[in-house]
């Protein structure tokens, strides 16, 4: 769950009946699984993008960079140019640019024409992951905020569960175009859905960019701001390219890969939820407890991962700890900016996606150079320096 003083300053008279706020936070949650699985989706599909479009694995990983980029920057811009327009309207305009991104992506003979379409996906999930967070405390009554909050989040695990293994048997079995158009529709009936379930909800507070900057003074918001830089980054230069290196080090086939992935992903869910009720309580011993055996996983994968049975529990470890990092560093944002919710996850989402993009791009670069296994050592030295910081940066203090 995530902090909950932070979140709560929401009048009652805004926060709507609860059955409508629930399924509001439903509809919200399926935006999020939306996008994330349009974003993650080239992570299981990375060798028959490169074989179809005739690029090498690394090239291919630039559709990950050029989405994760685009959302950085599109993030903190959208939520100062849409000033106090519906965020109902908002994010039903934002699911149709995904729509459109993944059917683009479907269809591109070229690998231009999958930049072009990575470029509206990337708008889609800037601008969602600005909105989405703070929109629980505004559907659900004060009490429920915490729980509402975590189930937006859990999005993103069960993203990792349904969304990326599904993508990877999909390619396996029809090809790797039909998993974007099948995105493409779970993006159509998302939109629907929040077009009839969510209320209408102007935005609270304007969000000028400036404001939106000047929240980075904040000594325990740069904090969680760095962390998630380096975190991120060195878990995307190493997931990014888990499909190469499981296919060349433990030799295992794409369907076996997807059962993997899968397995990864329902870690992932037991680890949001586990971290988000301990980072209530202290922010940063969370970071820190999922933080160390995720360098751990990361680093020993390479070495370790000729054995399946190996393989598959480091992944486990990796996945227990990379599903606490979102629900964790958004509580430790909210409490830094208990003010300004908004704009706090406008920036946390560039910051976020800057380092998925960063992430996938030096890890290909590295892969191309130096072999896969080497953006793993990569992806484990940036976990590392992510631990270092939050050990010894400011950080939101324990709460009883």
């Known amino acids: 769950m995530t902090q909950v003083r932070a979140i709560t300053d929401t009048p009652p008279a805004e926060q709507g009946s609860t059955l409508r706020g629930w399924l509001g936070v439903g509809a919200v949650t399926g935006a999020t699984f939306t996008v994330v699985t349009s974003e993650m989706l080239p992570v299981g599909l990375l060798t028959p993008i490169g074989d179809a479009l005739r690029v090498t694995e690394g090239a291919a990983g630039l559709s990950m960079t050029v989405a994760g980029l685009v959302a950085a920057l599109s993030a903190p811009l959208l939520t100062a140019a849409l000033g106090r327009i519906d965020r109902r309207v908002v994010l039903c305009g934002l699911l149709a640019v995904l729509i459109l991104g993944n059917v683009g992506a479907a269809w591109a003979p070229t690998f231009a024409v999958m930049m072009g379409a990575r470029v509206l996906v990337g708008i889609g999930i800037g601008g969602v992951w ?8 505004r559907l659900v009554p004060a009490k429920s905020v915490g729980a509402a909050t975590a189930l937006v989040f859990s999005g993103v695990a069960v993203a990792s569960v349904i969304g990326i293994p599904a993508g990877t048997y999909i390619g396996a079995l029809v090809g790797w175009r039909a998993a974007f158009l099948i995105a493409a529709g779970l993006a159509l009936v998302v939109l629907i859905a929040l077009g009839v379930l969510l209320p209408t909800l102007s935005a609270t507070r304007a969000a000028p960019l400036r404001a939106v900057l000047g929240l980075t003074r904040e000594p325990r918001f740069r904090t969680a701001l760095l962390v998630v830089a380096f975190l991120v980054t060195g878990h995307f230069a190493a997931y990014t390219y888990i499909r190469p290196l499981l296919e060349k080090v433990t030799g295992v086939g794409a369907s076996t890969i997807g059962t993997v992935l899968l397995v990864y992903g329902i870690a992932g869910v037991l680890g949001n939820f586990g971290a988000g009720s301990m980072a209530v309580r202290n922010p ?3 970071l820190l407890t999922i ?6 996983a990361v680093l020993l994968i390479p070495a370790l991962g000729g054995s399946l049975w190996l393989a598959v529990t480091l992944m486990v470890v990796w996945g227990l700890s990379y ?4 629900v964790t560093t958004q509580n430790w944002v909210f409490v830094a900016a208990p003010d300004a919710r908004e704009g706090a996850s406008s920036l946390y989402a560039g910051v976020f996606n800057a380092a998925i993009a960063v992430g996938a791009l030096l890890g290909g670069r590295t892969a191309d150079a130096f072999g896969v296994t080497s953006a793993m050592w990569l992806g484990g030295a940036l976990v590392l320096v992510a631990l270092a910081i939050g050990a010894v940066g400011r950080a939101p203090e324990q709460r009883g």
Not at 131 to 137: E, F, R
Not at 291 to 296: D, M, R
């Open 130 to 137: 600005a909105i989405a967070p703070s929109l629980a405390a």
């Open 284 to 286: 940063r011993r969370t």
């Open 291 to 296: 933080s160390a055996p995720l360098a751990v």
């Open 323 to 326: 599903g606490g990092v979102s």
